[in-house]
């Protein structure tokens, strides 16, 4: 009898694609088309387990620091401690034995720990491979929360998302992004060349008057490491400009031409004051 095997739905589809991400048996391609057929949980899901994977790798970190340093001056206390405590008192000190195997626990703990935090940030690295190839402007923001913590991973993601914008974007971009990306332009190295012209390119296209005055700077450096980068402000600068002077065309018509008054309106200087007979009056051959 042949068994009728249920469809999945769509959360399980997507949770089953990360976790073959995760393990690194799925294509990134493959992954992020399906989770574009899940429709909006499917970016959603991705965007969350990639912050909850960075979550883990923080708490994992933090954890890791502890124990290292911690760990490392309690294990020179107990050893000094035992020390003195045995010419002070003429007893032995600890065993050998024992001490060796608390620095081997000691040694272990160094090997497990950064073990785990590399498989971790490997994992968050294949999620953030398929994130990177959703075309989806709300992806921007996850992918540039991780340059501080991943940069070179982040900036593999942004090249590729970055030529994605289109000035439509603009208001779906939160002021805290744009200032990443300023940043980014800001902390350059040398060998991301590439990652810079995109930037500049994207900051051309939804960039602000802050993102203005960066690209000009850029654009008047004559320095020969920025060359590329050069070209791509003085390409991004016009549409920005344009789009800048309109902005601020826009609330120059908007303000008020003078200050307000407390003063009421009077009638006009030799005005004629008709009186009450004047008053429009109801024609009496009206009914």
Not at 6 to 28: C, K, W
Not at 67 to 82: D, H, K, R, T
Not at 90 to 103: D, E, F, N, Q, R
């Amino acid at each position: 009898m042949q068994r009728v095997r249920t469809p999945l739905t769509d959360p399980e589809l997507v949770r089953i694609s990360l976790r073959q991400v995760e393990r690194g048996t799925e294509n990134a391609a493959v992954s992020a088309d399906r989770l574009l057929k899940a429709g909006t949980e499917g970016l959603d899901a991705a965007i969350d387990h990639m912050r909850n994977i960075t979550a883990r790798l923080k708490r994992l970190e933090r954890i890791t620091s502890i124990v290292l340093v911690n760990g490392a001056i309690a294990l020179g206390a107990v050893n000094v401690f035992s020390v003195v405590d045995a010419m002070c008192s003429g007893t032995a000190p600890i065993p050998p034995a024992s001490m060796i195997s608390v620095w081997l626990l000691y040694v272990a703990g160094l090997l497990v720990l950064p073990l785990n935090l590399i498989s971790l940030s490997r994992k968050r690295n294949r999620v953030l491979d398929v994130v990177s190839q959703i075309d989806d402007v709300r992806v921007l923001g996850p992918v540039t929360e991780l340059l501080e913590r991943d940069r070179a991973a982040a900036g593999k993601a942004l090249v590729l998302l970055l030529p994605r914008i289109k000035p439509e974007d603009r208001e779906r971009l939160l002021p805290s992004q744009l200032s990443q990306l300023h940043q980014l332009l800001l902390t350059l190295r040398r060998d991301e060349k590439e990652l810079g012209a995109a930037v500049v390119t994207a900051l051309g296209k939804v960039g602000d008057s802050r993102s203005l005055v960066l690209l000009e700077r850029i654009a008047e450096s004559r320095s020969r490491k920025h060359i590329a980068l050069r070209e791509a402000a003085l390409l991004a600068l016009p549409p920005l400009r344009q789009y800048v002077d309109n902005m601020r065309l826009g609330k120059a018509l908007l303000r008020p031409s003078q200050s307000p008054t407390n003063e009421l309106l009077h009638p006009a200087a030799g005005g004629t004051d008709l009186g009450n007979n004047a008053l429009l009056r109801p024609d009496n051959n009206e009914r």
